[in-house]
């Protein structure tokens, strides 16, 4: 049994291509085939960008272009809940442990070229972005501990100035009024994502090649000393490169 691979839309597909998707899933799982390789091959049926779902919306592509893959894994998970070992489910959601090992070149046949591409948008601009947010709120916290500063207030902010050359609360401001976003007080994680995403984008954008590498290569860095949580254990692959 085969999956064809097809893009993701930036616009609502059909109810019915997406339980497409979900019933290749079953029937593959049914006929014995690992259920790690069938959700990935269901991934590549998958036709929705966002959808509501139970009262939440699940976006799976943010801007149109970084595939929230783990996102769409969980959504899939739900949907064939009783037919997945729990151990094995839980391991991969919660602590991104697959109970198969893929290379990448494995990862982009099941998913498919295009969604593979949205995949490697969504690495380097969410969860690489996120990673250099960390190494630098680290670097922040260790130089004041060293100084004998002992206050972490605004240290969040600092990172953000160093990297960004703004406080977060001006950038979020900038992004929503770009987007169109009423400027709340709170954030959901699907806005942080996207948020995120426009972050990695402005880097890009505002900052030197020279400036932008360096940094890719410290969240990369850091990336590779965390638990691989990823369709492939990527950062270790960008750093040898």
């Known amino acids: 049994m085969t999956a064809p691979n097809r893009e993701l839309t930036t616009s609502r597909a059909t109810a019915a291509a997406d339980a497409e998707a979900i019933r290749y899933m079953e029937q593959a799982i049914a006929s014995g085939k690992n259920w790690y390789v069938a959700m990935l091959e269901a991934m590549g049926l ?13 976006r799976y592509l943010i801007d149109g272009e ?4 783990l996102l769409l894994a969980e959504r899939l998970c739900t949907a064939v809940d009783g037919l997945l070992p729990t151990a094995e ?7 991104g442990n697959p109970p198969v090992s893929l290379s990448a070149a494995e990862v982009e046949e099941l998913i498919g070229k295009s969604k593979y591409h949205q995949y490697l948008n969504f690495f380097y601009g969410v969860t690489v972005e996120e990673a250099l947010l960390l190494t630098v709120q680290d670097e922040v916290y260790k130089e004041r501990w060293l100084s004998g500063e002992r206050n972490d207030e605004q240290l969040t902010d600092e990172a953000y100035r160093r990297i960004y050359g703004e406080t977060r609360e001006i950038l979020l401001k900038d992004f929503r009024k770009e987007k169109g976003y009423n400027n709340l007080r709170s954030i959901t994680l699907s806005e942080l994502k996207e948020f ?20 890719t290569r410290k969240a ?22």
Not at 48 to 56: K, L, N, P
Not at 89 to 95: E, G, M, P, R, V
Not at 224 to 236: E, F, H, M, N
């Open 89 to 95: 489910k839980d391991a991969f959601l919660f602590s």
């Open 196 to 215: 995120t995403y426009w972050l990695f984008k402005y880097r890009i954008r505002c900052s030197e090649k020279a400036r932008v590498a360096s940094d």
């Open 220 to 241: 990369l860095k850091y990336l590779s000393q965390q638990p691989p949580r990823g369709l492939t254990s990527l950062a270790d692959k960008f750093l040898s490169e």
């Open 46 to 58: 998958w036709q929705s960008a966002e959808e509501d779902y139970e009262g939440r919306v699940f």
């Open 66 to 69: 970084a595939f929230d893959w």
